[in-house]
């Protein structure tokens, strides 16, 4: 069983690293405003947090910013903004994860929300530009769809994971 | 989805497009002709370029490649990589500023367009280039300038 879980998370750490990388280089480019992505490599916290929880899913998120962040440069601007976003993301998506009522998509609406919250208020301090924040309404409203989106797809994922998991609520 | 989904996603949907339709409508508001355009690198202030003519007063010479105030072009100092720079545009028609070329992984900071506003800095964050628009100096003979 633990050796099971080691291999799914190795997996699945694999997999949000090269989403992260493939995001960033082919997709970001395209909108023209800073911090702009879909969250791709978040389908996989979503997917670990329903799965194994929060402790792994927690690591897996570390350990991806890590391994980023040596593609992208270890302490470089890129790497903060990340550990951020992913920060304030993550702590967003435990707590409406707990909260009754809520499903994955809310969820992930909140992760997609937070990383862009988390984002902007270190762009604002390692620029030390307040102006920046006024990107943040149009970071939210985009941050609607894209985290509708990661949100479904994570909901797919899990439901034809179904069997390997015990039943969850998505 | 649920009934808090919905009631969420409403909510959030609601917030974002007052918020986007109040931050445009202030863009609009506060664009300056006659603002300054500060240019930074990292913390250190590199250039302030006049949006009235395009007339350009360097900060840190250390920091600045060249400068062209007649075709509008300024070139300073960035971060990523070596011998990286960013190539600063004036527009002496609408009296903005543009990122016009720089290296970095999407460049971004070249399609964030262009600002005459102080609430649209243009940051080039692989780089740490910042530009930043002042409001003009009030004039000498307003009475909120005058310091009894």
């Known amino acids: 069983m633990q050796t099971k879980r080691l291999v799914f998370l190795a997996i699945m750490l694999g997999v949000s690293v090269v989403l992260n990388i493939v995001e960033r280089t082919a997709i970001q480019g395209f909108t023209g405003l800073p911090m702009v992505r879909l969250g791709l490599a978040n389908i996989v916290v979503l997917i670990l947090l329903y799965t194994y929880g929060i402790k792994d899913a927690f690591g897996v998120l570390i350990i991806r910013i890590i391994l980023v962040g040596f593609v992208t440069g270890l302490f470089s601007p890129a790497f903060f903004l990340s550990l951020a976003g992913g920060m304030v993301a993550f702590s967003l998506m435990t707590l409406f994860k707990k909260l009754p009522g809520f499903t994955i998509i809310s969820v992930s609406i909140m992760g997609s929300l937070g990383h862009a919250v988390g984002q902007i208020f270190m762009a604002v301090f390692l620029l030390n530009t307040e102006e920046i924040i006024f990107i943040l309404p149009i970071l939210i409203a985009i941050s609607i769809p894209t985290g509708i989106f990661t949100g479904m797809v994570a909901r797919k994922l899990l439901e034809s994971m179904r069997e390997q998991f015990t039943a969850h609520s998505y | 989805m649920k009934r808090n989904d919905i009631k969420l996603i409403a909510v959030l949907t609601i917030v974002a497009l007052i918020s986007v339709v109040a931050v445009q409508l202030l863009q609009r508001s506060q664009s300056y002709d006659d603002g300054i355009a500060v240019v930074t690198h990292g913390s250190t202030e590199v250039l302030r370029i006049d949006l009235k003519d395009g007339s350009a007063l360097v900060m840190d010479e250390e920091e600045v490649v060249s400068i062209d105030e007649e075709a509008g072009i300024y070139i300073v100092k960035g971060s990523y990589g070596d011998n990286n720079t960013v190539t600063i545009g004036y527009d002496n028609a609408n009296h903005t500023v543009r990122v ?32 930043r628009i002042e409001t003009p100096l009030p004039a000498p003979d307003d009475d909120d300038a005058i310091i009894y």
């Open chain 2, 100 to 131: 016009l070329d720089e290296v970095s992984p999407q460049n971004i900071c070249q399609k964030q367009g262009e600002t005459n506003t102080p609430l649209k800095p243009l940051t080039c964050l692989p780089n740490e280039v910042v530009i």
